[in-house]
């Protein structure tokens, strides 16, 4: 059996989780999300908590159990508490701002970095250069950090350009005169 797979997801109070069939709705204080379980795995709500089941013991229907266990259980999770992504952006005039459901990027290039916002994500800026990025869905919220963060990655040489918050830069020594 798969480890991750057989450990039960407790539901928090506040979170109603439905299953029609294959499709799984989460809902919470947070937000709504709604997923369709694949074809090999299955899920009960029973007691407080959901189990999230296979049928078969090969190696794919494995996977499925342990993969289907880890994505209601973010959902779960997103749905109670939400998820946090920061960045910070470092340069000289380099700078953000939130106007409505668009972010603007002032990233050293001959003109501003638009960025619309989707759904269900909420994005501040603080100082200027400090973005968090909120929201109940995981994976949006990974992906909404890492596409800003693409607009201009950090470079090693003087460390400018938009990195995760704690992230770690690995500087390298410029060209000498000789």
Same mark, same amino acid.
Request: charged share 30%.
């Given at each position: 059996?798969?480890?991750? !797979?057989?450990q039960? &997801?407790a +539901?928090?109070?506040?979170?109603?989780? /439905?299953?029609?069939?294959?499709?799984?709705?989460? /809902?919470?204080?947070?937000?709504?999300?709604?997923w *369709?379980?694949? @074809? @090999?795995?299955?899920l009960?709500?029973?007691?407080?908590k &959901?189990v999230?089941s296979r049928? $078969?013991?090969?190696?794919q229907?494995?996977?499925l159990?342990?993969?289907?266990?880890?994505l209601?259980?973010?959902?779960v999770?997103g749905v109670?508490?939400g #998820?946090?992504?920061?960045? /910070?952006?470092?340069?000289?005039? #380099?700078?953000?701002?939130?106007?409505?459901?668009v972010?603007?990027? +002032?990233?050293? #290039?001959?003109?501003p970095?638009n %960025?619309? +916002?989707?759904?269900?994500?909420?994005?501040?800026?603080e100082e200027?250069?400090?973005l968090? &990025?909120?929201?109940?869905?995981?994976?949006v919220?990974?992906?909404?950090a890492?596409? +800003?963060?693409? #607009?201009?990655p950090? *470079?090693p040489?003087? $460390?400018k !350009?938009?990195? %995760?918050?704690?992230e770690?830069?690995e @500087?390298?020594e410029?060209?000498?005169?000789?």
């Amino acid at each position: 059996m798969s480890r991750i !797979g057989k450990q039960p &997801i407790a +539901i928090p109070p506040k979170v109603k989780v /439905e299953v029609k069939g294959q499709k799984v709705h989460v /809902e919470g204080p947070k937000g709504k999300l709604d997923w *369709e379980l694949p @074809r @090999r795995t299955s899920l009960k709500v029973e007691d407080g908590k &959901i189990v999230v089941s296979r049928d $078969g013991d090969d190696s794919q229907a494995k996977a499925l159990h342990g993969l289907s266990r880890s994505l209601v259980n973010n959902m779960v999770k997103g749905v109670s508490d939400g #998820f946090v992504k920061k960045l /910070e952006i470092q340069g000289v005039g #380099f700078k953000a701002a939130v106007q409505g459901k668009v972010v603007n990027l +002032i990233l050293g #290039f001959s003109h501003p970095v638009n %960025y619309s +916002i989707p759904d269900q994500v909420k994005v501040t800026v603080e100082e200027n250069t400090k973005l968090t &990025i909120e929201g109940p869905d995981r994976q949006v919220v990974g992906l909404v950090a890492s596409e +800003i963060r693409a #607009f201009y990655p950090p *470079e090693p040489y003087k $460390g400018k !350009g938009v990195r %995760y918050a704690g992230e770690h830069v690995e @500087r390298k020594e410029g060209k000498t005169v000789q």
